[in-house]
């Protein structure tokens, strides 16, 4: 065990107290391992001898063959001039370079005189005279030997042509203006055809129902789909239909069914629920219209279709009698309803525009299983999409 602990207590001193020696050196090197300088690529001379020489050789070879290709090019030039000068044969006689400008001035004077056919004599004369000194001319330049080539181009290919042309006398026309007879067609304005402008509204239209000279209102309202068809700038006709609730309360007294059922103990109240399909038939009219607002008035009629009736009782005493009585689809009233509103509608864009719409239904006949005088007030909101734009 003792031999166990020193061997041990000689570790512990050892680590703890290290005797290593220190060498800058070897903390030079790790650096350099963690850090490695990048490599530098060095070209070898025999490259760069051997660019340089085909780049020698390649200048060589340009300044050798450049001389020749502005040789050849100069060469086809004056090949060019000399085909346009000669045209087909040499000048090299002089009885050739005679003849030559004689027999253009021959073919000219040909041509002149179909051109020019009723000169006078006198002119005629002119131009031979002339003809002849040129002659003249071109014969003395070949004589001296002197480099007049300016010259005898002049002379040859420029000669001077009379352009003066008697006027061309037109014949006399009677021109005869006969006035149109009859009646004159008149010209009608070109007809544009225009599409019929139809106008979807997407609505809801809460409102307050009451029964006439009840005192009571109730809040209700509906769900519809409407169409609007312009006719002209200013008419429009809208139909659609709607899903409305129709709430109320009223005294019993104005409650008045087609029944011959008597209560034996008359209710005091009566409260109603019913669902309406509303079917307006509206003509509306615009009043005033801008870019980007209107206001139209609109008036009409409306069917009331019942599809169902609920209606609650109520009883002041302690002994009560019925409570609920239900009706579905016993009651119809074809345009039994006046529409009168306003609207006022905003356009966003061409396409869509939003409106509100304060409107009053007022009854022309009794409506439901009661025989109510039944009236709404409210005011419409309206989504409005334009199916087809005007052309």
């Known amino acids: 065990m003792k031999e166990g602990k020193d061997i041990d207590k000689l570790f512990k001193d050892g680590l ?10 070897d903390w030079d090197n790790l650096e350099e391992r963690l850090h490695p300088s990048p490599k530098r690529r060095t070209v070898p001379i025999i490259w760069l001898t051997a660019v340089a020489g085909i780049a020698a ?7 050798l063959v450049k001389p020749d290709a502005d040789q050849a090019k100069n060469r086809q030039v004056k090949t060019k001039i000399e085909k346009n000068n000669n045209a087909g044969k040499p000048l090299n006689d002089k009885e050739e370079l005679i003849k030559k400008p004689a027999d253009e001035n021959g073919s000219a004077g040909n041509g002149q005189g179909s051109l020019l056919a009723g000169h006078h004599n006198t002119e005629k004369a002119i131009n031979v005279q002339k003809g ?3 002659r003249s001319t071109s014969l003395k330049a070949m004589e001296t030997g002197s480099d007049n080539s300016n010259q005898l181009v002049d002379v040859i290919y420029k000669p001077k042509i009379n352009t003066e042309r008697e006027p061309i006398a037109f014949e006399q ?28 509204s997407i609505l809801a239209a809460p409102d307050l129902t009451s029964v006439q000279k009840s005192g009571q209102s109730s809040l209700s309202g509906g769900l519809g789909i409407e169409a609007t068809v312009i006719l002209t700038k200013k008419l429009s ?5 709607s899903y409305a609730k129709k709430i109320y309360g009223s005294d019993f007294s104005l409650y008045k069914p087609n029944t011959n059922y008597v209560f034996s103990i008359k209710p005091s109240n009566i409260h109603a629920n019913c669902d309406v399909l509303d079917i307006p038939i509206n003509l509306n009219y ?18 009331y279709l019942m599809l169902k009736e609920k209606y609650s009782f109520s009883y002041n005493g302690t002994y009560q009698g019925p409570q609920n009585f239900e009706v579905k689809n016993a009651n119809q009233h074809y345009l039994g309803i006046a529409n009168v509103g306003i609207e006022f ?6 396409n869509l525009s939003i409106s509100a719409k304060p409107f009053m239904k007022i009854p022309l006949t009794d409506i439901g ?7 709404s007030t409210g005011v419409a909101i309206s989504v409005n999409m334009n199916l087809f734009r005007r052309n």
């Open 286 to 303: 615009k009043v005033f219209d801008n870019r980007r607002n209107s206001i139209s008035v609109s008036t009409g009629l409306s069917s």
């Open 369 to 375: 299983y009661g025989n109510s005088r039944l009236s």
């Open 57 to 63: 050789m390649l200048l060589v070879v340009y300044l």
């Open 132 to 134: 002849a000194e040129t």
């Open 173 to 200: 026309q009677n021109l005869v203006f006969e006035p149109a007879q009859g009646r004159v067609a008149k010209i009608q304005d070109p007809v544009f055809k225009k599409k019929p402008r139809l106008i979807l």
């Open 237 to 241: 006709v809208t139909t659609g239909a």
């Open 345 to 350: 509608q905003h356009k966003i864009n061409h």
């Open 16 to 25: 703890e107290n290290p005797d290593l020696p220190f060498n800058d050196l």
